[in-house]
């Protein structure tokens, strides 16, 4: 049962992000209008929808880079009448847009992530290609100023995911009163294999954030297999999520069981009824990985394959897909640290309202003890 949507809601980034996983999709020459947007919406209101949040992209530019023609209010607006959560996903541009043209949004949205690959200023701009740092303490600001719930979101890669940078990253987060979210890199592009944190890194990286925070959420099956959190039953992509992708040139809007998984975008929603979609021969084959991973050879005599059921399916086929060039459902997460022997910390679970990101990708929550 699908419960939590992503959006793409355009193709105009003004960031060059070296770990951006949809500058291959996003296609410029067609934009959403309203007719497009409601058709859209009539689509999403056919499943039983919580959440919905808008990234992929910044999510202001709907149409083009003119922030004042966006369409994104009217989206925020209509779903949130429908009772349906949104959050938005941001550089910090898109944020700071809403409250300079349309402040009335802001009282709407359930929750803000704010992306910040490095806490030192000159290494986020770097590796977003813009000067965004400010920009990002700007959103920040905002969401306290509006009490909007926040999460400082950072992609764990080799050069940012050190204990240094991560105790610098919480120093930050404290002093926003932001929670932190992480997501591990998914090497979408072959360039990404270059910029995959090692397994020691990952186990470094991770004793000082469960240390350090309440766990508001571990929804990355290699994380819950590592640290006992067994309710998790593997990748929930195509499971209980599914992504709407950016309008192609061609005009169409496909979706995706996953955020990350473009070679697995099935359709048209502005033609095709979404049922049929989530119906799809790619849909059915996520669900498939995630009830026969006894199947993932790797992953066969580890008595934890229950809860992990393979990891996350996008690290495992685009590592795989860029590695052996194999299109194979049917692999191990290469984040996959199980065998390590080192002692872990025990989680301290805690619940949270409701943030969009819960259980729509693989990720990990955490707000500061």
Aim: glycine fraction near 6%.
């Amino acid at each position: 049962m699908i419960k939590n949507i992503g959006w793409t809601l355009g193709n105009a980034c003004p960031c060059n992000c070296k770990h951006c996983y949809s500058l291959q999709v996003r296609e410029r020459g067609q934009n959403l209008d309203i007719k497009k947007i409601d058709r859209i919406i009539e689509q999403i209101l056919k499943l039983d929808v919580e959440t919905v949040n808008f990234g992929g992209n910044e999510p202001i530019f709907t149409n083009g880079l003119d922030a004042k023609k966006s369409l994104l209010p009217y989206i925020i607006k209509k779903l949130s009448n429908l009772g349906i959560k949104t959050g938005i996903t941001t550089s910090g541009i898109s944020l700071i847009n809403l409250k300079q043209h349309f402040p009335e949004t802001l009282e709407l949205l359930n929750d803000v992530d704010v992306s910040i690959d490095s806490p030192i200023e000159t290494e986020h701009n770097k590796n977003r290609g813009q000067n965004t740092f400010k920009l990002a303490i700007k959103a920040l600001n905002i969401c306290n100023e509006y009490s909007i719930d926040c999460s400082v979101v950072m992609c764990a890669m080799n050069w940012n995911f050190y204990p240094e940078k991560i105790m610098k990253l919480l120093e930050l987060v404290k002093k926003y009163n932001a929670n932190i979210r992480i997501n591990m890199l998914k090497p979408t592009e072959k360039a990404h294999l270059a910029l995959m944190p090692s397994k020691k890194q990952i186990i470094e990286g991770y004793k000082i954030l469960i240390n350090s925070c309440y766990t508001l959420d571990m929804s990355d099956p290699i994380l819950a297999a590592k640290f006992s959190n067994d309710h998790i039953k593997g990748c929930s992509c195509g499971i209980s999520s599914l992504r709407i992708n950016g309008i192609t040139a061609e005009g169409k809007v496909p979706v995706s069981p996953c955020v990350y998984m473009h070679h697995f975008q099935v359709g048209d929603l502005l033609k095709d009824d979404i049922l049929d979609i989530i119906n799809s021969e790619k849909f059915k084959s996520f669900k498939e990985r995630n009830t026969n991973y006894h199947k993932i050879e790797e992953c066969k005599d580890c008595d934890r394959k229950d809860v992990c059921r393979g990891g996350c399916a996008a690290s495992a086929y685009w590592y795989n897909y860029h590695v052996n060039d194999e299109k194979n459902m049917y692999k191990k997460d290469p984040y996959c640290f199980y065998e390590q022997t080192d002692t872990l910390p025990k989680p301290e679970f805690r619940k949270s309202e409701c943030l969009v990101h819960q259980d729509y990708l693989c990720t990990w929550i955490g707000k500061i003890k």
